[in-house]
């Protein structure tokens, strides 16, 4: 028996499905991970794997890091969490401000669940309006108003988990991402509407970028409705540009929440906004925001260091290149294979759709081929390459992905659809 299938049996008998979150079980059983270097990651059983999940997107600069290694040294000797302000948390704070362009003030959080929630309750006490809008696929945390699905024939959200309210989810509306008309149409309808809160980048259903004028249009829009425009830019902040995607398409929103790179492999999170915004925000204003760990020292420190390395040697460039050299031959390999599909990208993130030759929603997203997805991940790791395991999550690439690692994956990519060629 596997190590890892051992430790699987012992963790299933003590916690929910053996796994602390969701996206982390597969059949027969998820692989426990013994440690993490660079691009590669090594099982409880010794073997060895070139990342391609990268933690969800945290590691852009790849496991272990020297310099945010090196940071995080230093800060753990001066002590672990304060419970009050430090250096190292104002650090962060000001060089979020420097980068991204919404960021007149910045609040530090625990997780990107928290960061949206935050953000939403803030847009609420700001506008006195009670409801909110997202997009079909958008996923913004594991927290009641962020857990619905759109209503059959309508906006009108209903729940997507147990627990969550009827009468919570009633107020969540979901219109479909890039359909700029659907979103100004139900503003229109509705006068009660707080903020939509979306993926300036879709992240949740695979990568799907905005179609060209798309967040131009959604910006107009919901400054002719006086609603708040929250970007959740959990994955995107700090990895598809140094300001985000925001900075990346040139549209401003009213408010980000960002978490994954900003903590550099610790749990973190923040949301900023404009300065008449934020400070409604408790203890300046009315709207309460508290959280023990945020602004955690150790998070910050290392969130800093790591994005000190991506903002250095022209590494976003060199990143977005190299990503794009693996999309290539993904996109090459299946159409010489006759293998139906599409690779979305941008920037350094990618994701395969098996089935529909375009995909630009959430709807086309849940159209995909599941079983060959499901044969590709199992085909790519027995050939040493470690894929999110699930046909709806991004692929990551690092500045750790170096020559010799693009090349296995290149390869292992062409061997995948030589096999299911014809």
Do not use: W
Not at 122 to 138: E, L
Not at 372 to 379: E, L, S, T
């Amino acid at each position: 028996m596997d190590r890892s299938e051992k430790l699987y049996g012992e963790s299933h008998r003590v916690t929910p499905g053996g796994v602390s979150s969701p996206v982390r079980a597969f059949k027969p059983y998820p692989l426990f991970i013994e440690s993490g270097n660079g691009c590669r990651m090594r099982d409880a059983d010794g073997r060895e794997y070139i990342d391609l999940c990268m933690a969800y997107g945290p590691l852009i600069t790849g496991h272990a890091h020297p310099k945010v290694m090196e940071a995080v040294r230093g800060q753990l000797e001066k002590g672990t969490v304060y419970g009050a302000p430090s250096e190292p948390e104002l650090a962060l704070i000001e060089r979020i401000h420097r980068e991204v362009p919404c960021a007149d003030m910045v609040r530090l959080a625990c997780s990107g669940t928290e960061a949206t929630m935050h953000a939403i309750r803030v847009a609420r006490g700001v506008t006195g309006r009670d409801n909110i809008v997202k997009m079909k696929g958008g996923f913004h945390g594991a927290h009641d108003a962020a857990l619905v699905n759109a209503g059959s024939g309508s906006a009108e959200g209903v729940p997507s988990s147990r627990g969550v309210l009827a009468d919570t989810a009633k107020h969540t509306h979901v219109v479909e991402y890039n359909d700029a008309q659907a979103m100004a149409d139900l503003l229109e309808r509705d006068r009660d509407i707080a903020c939509v809160i979306m993926e300036p980048v879709l992240g949740n259903v695979g990568v799907i970028p905005p179609q060209k004028g798309y967040l131009e249009e959604v910006r107009r829009i919901t400054e002719e409705n006086d609603v708040v425009l929250i970007f959740d830019e959990v994955i995107t902040g700090f990895r598809v540009s140094s300001g985000g995607a925001q900075k990346r398409y040139g549209v401003t929103p009213d408010m980000t929440t960002m978490a994954k790179i900003v903590g550099g492999g610790f749990p973190a999170g923040a949301f900023m906004g404009r300065r008449e915004i934020m400070e409604n925000i408790a203890p300046e204003g009315p709207v309460y925001v508290a959280g023990t760990f945020a602004g955690n020292p150790i998070s910050a420190t290392a969130g800093l260091a790591q994005i000190d390395v991506m903002c250095s040697d022209d590494n976003y460039a060199k990143l977005e290149r190299t990503t794009q050299s693996v999309v290539s031959t993904i996109r090459d390999s299946m159409q010489d294979a006759g293998v139906r599909g599409c690779v979305n990208s941008v920037a350094s993130m990618f994701a395969v759709f098996f089935g529909p030759e375009e995909v630009t929603n959430g709807t086309q997203a849940e159209t995909v081929d599941r079983a060959m997805f499901d044969r590709m991940f199992r085909y790519m790791l027995a050939h040493g390459v470690y894929l999110p395991p699930s046909a709806l999550e991004d692929d990551f690439m690092s500045v750790a992905h170096d020559e010799e690692a693009v090349a296995q994956l290149e390869e292992a990519f062409k061997g995948f659809f030589s096999e299911v060629k014809g």
